[in-house]
């Protein structure tokens, strides 16, 4: 049996940003679901990707796109779960919050595209110029159009558990990525030991690149394959 795949969204985003992977893997023959959660709270979004990680046949390949990295790291600790996929990614640490993780680089431009309002986080008709600047205007527009907002404080929460300290790791930098800085990128991969492609790309490689993040994920699934035997 082919490993399962689960995937977690990032912020402005939810599950069917990955709508250009799910149909060829599971015509490949994976059990693939997207986890779909609020962005209230990393627990709240934790125990989302868990309860999905349950729904599908393991041993399961976890891929999170970007704020999605951390929700996999944490996660990832599930048993059924094989190995990580980070696109565009964030990858804390225990003693890290994805906010603290981000201000240890520079800030990139999307942050210059947001706006607070009633306790979220929201993106600027301007945002996805910077957030997907590789998209045809037309899905740029479709972004904006359902991007969802993430709670003020999501990026300040912590959760137990580091999934990538004993699993193995894959992940794809985005070498032209505005949202998630490319050295971060470069840096939680290295710390991970995670084998790692650049793309250029912008911050949604999945959209823009999805060949190429199919390639990423197809190699971490058959690695998976092989360890079972």
């Not at 912020?11 to 679901?33: N, R, Y």
């Not at 704020?67 to 190995?83: C, L, N, S």
């Not at 706006?115 to 904006?144: C, M």
Request: net charge negative; with cysteine; charged share 20%.
């Amino acid at each position: 049996m082919k490993p399962g795949i689960v995937f977690a969204h990032g912020i402005w985003a939810d599950g069917s940003c990955f709508q250009k992977l799910i149909p060829t893997l599971k015509a490949e023959g994976h059990d693939v679901m997207a986890a779909q959660y609020g962005l209230d709270t990393l627990k709240g979004d934790v125990d989302a990707t868990v309860r999905t990680i349950a729904r599908v046949e393991g041993p399961v390949v976890l891929v999170g796109h970007s704020y999605g990295g951390t929700v996999i790291t944490h996660a990832g600790m599930d048993p059924k779960v094989a190995a990580l996929v980070y696109i565009a990614a964030l990858g804390p640490d225990e003693t890290e919050t994805s906010q603290g993780q981000q201000d240890k680089f520079p800030k990139t431009e999307v942050f210059n595209h947001i706006e607070v309002a009633n306790g979220r986080v929201w993106l600027k008709h301007s945002g996805p110029a910077a957030f997907a600047q590789d998209l045809s205007p037309e899905e740029q527009a479709i972004v904006y159009a359902t991007h969802f907002a993430p709670a003020l404080d999501l990026f300040n929460q912590k959760h137990e558990g580091i999934a990538w300290r004993t699993k193995p790791s894959w992940s794809i930098v985005a070498t032209e990525d505005r949202t998630v800085h490319p050295d971060l990128e470069r840096f939680a991969a290295e710390r991970m030991g995670a084998t790692t492609v650049e793309l250029k790309a912008s911050h949604v490689p999945m959209l823009s690149q999805p060949h190429a993040v199919l390639d990423v994920i197809r190699k971490a699934c058959a690695a998976v394959a092989a360890s079972q035997g």
